[in-house]
């Protein structure tokens, strides 16, 4: 008998997985957790049923989540993640050299757990000496410590149960408090295709906040339409205005120096939705 795992991506579509093993399905004390094996993609992270990561495609999110505002800010010492519990991010973070502390902040750390022991690669940075893991809500961590952070990303699961009020106009602001006095902030905000009023209203309620705001994409085959969007807030430095020259190649597999202006050229249906 076959096995597949579909993810409802609206209510009338989504994609399916066949899978040949599952690892973990557990309601943890935030989100159904499911940890399963497939064919196509590797060793798949679902959270409340949405695909998070896998051990095929993470390299792109979590580069592009990474590498824009750490090439764009002119020494980020310490660095943010809000969310990210699978590692990705910080695995990301700690191939910059100018960074002296990553701090993570998950609520939930069951997605600690099991990343660790099913997404060993993705996870791999979680130990680093350069690394604090604290499990808590990012919305009162970001409170409770004011111009602390000179990069501040938000790796968040989608708008729903534990991570709803990481979209929020107040968040943002908390956010602002939390940055140094040119600090970048950058967050995930879903796809044109199903979620285009969520991708409206994050860059207005982010345009409120700060001066200089740049929307960027990237390919994640596993995400809702596969085109996913980036919304990056900056109190100083224009990510547009690095210089090419000025970025190393590291190693990387989606991200490039090329790349980097590149990913803020936006479909024309993309841009009219964050003009
Ligand atoms: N890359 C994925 C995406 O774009 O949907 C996100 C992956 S990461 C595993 C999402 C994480 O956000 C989860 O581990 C979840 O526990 C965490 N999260 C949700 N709400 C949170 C909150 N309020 N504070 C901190 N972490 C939160």
Redesign the pocket.
Same mark, same amino acid.
């Not at 809000?82 to 699978?86: C, N, Q, R, Y």
């Given at each position: 008998m076959e096995l597949w795992y579909t993810e409802k991506q609206t209510d009338s579509y989504g994609i399916t997985a066949k899978i040949t093993e599952t690892y973990v399905s557990e309601q943890t004390d935030?989100?159904k957790l499911d940890m399963i094996e497939t064919e196509e993609f590797g060793t798949m992270?679902v959270?409340d049923g /949405?695909? /998070?990561?896998t051990d095929k495609d993470e390299f792109v #999110?979590?580069e592009m989540?990474a590498h824009p505002a750490l090439y764009t800010h002119p020494n980020p010492k310490h660095v943010l993640v809000? !969310? !990210? =519990? *699978?590692g =990705?991010v910080i695995r990301e973070i700690l191939k910059h050299p100018e960074v002296e502390k990553a701090v993570l902040?998950? &609520?939930?750390g069951k997605? &600690?757990e099991y990343?660790k022991k099913y997404l060993p690669n993705i996870a791999s940075g979680l130990d680093d000496p350069r690394v604090e893991v604290i499990v808590?809500? !990012?919305?009162m961590?970001i409170h409770d410590h004011k111009n602390a952070y000179d990069v501040i990303m938000v *790796?968040?699961?989608?708008p729903v !149960?534990?991570?709803v009020?990481?979209f929020t106009r107040g968040f943002y602001q908390g956010i602002y408090d939390a940055l140094k006095e040119d600090g970048i902030f950058v967050a995930?905000t *879903?796809n044109p295709w199903f979620k285009a009023d969520l991708i409206e209203s994050v860059n207005r309620d982010v345009k409120e906040v700060f001066p200089i705001v740049r929307v960027y994409w990237a390919n994640v085959p596993t #995400?809702p339409s596969g085109l996913?969007t980036f919304t990056l807030g900056s109190k100083k430095h224009d990510p547009l205005a690095v210089n090419e020259s000025s970025i190393p190649e590291i190693d990387t597999k989606y991200y490039s120096p090329r790349l980097h202006k590149a990913a803020f050229a936006l479909p024309k249906f993309v841009e009219d939705l964050v003009k």
């Open positions: 935030f989100q992270l959270l /949405m695909v /998070m990561t #999110y979590h989540v809000v !969310g !990210g =519990g *699978d =990705g902040v998950d &609520i939930d997605v &600690i990343s808590n809500d !990012g919305f961590h *790796d968040s699961t989608e !149960g534990p991570a009020n990481l995930q *879903d #995400y996913w």
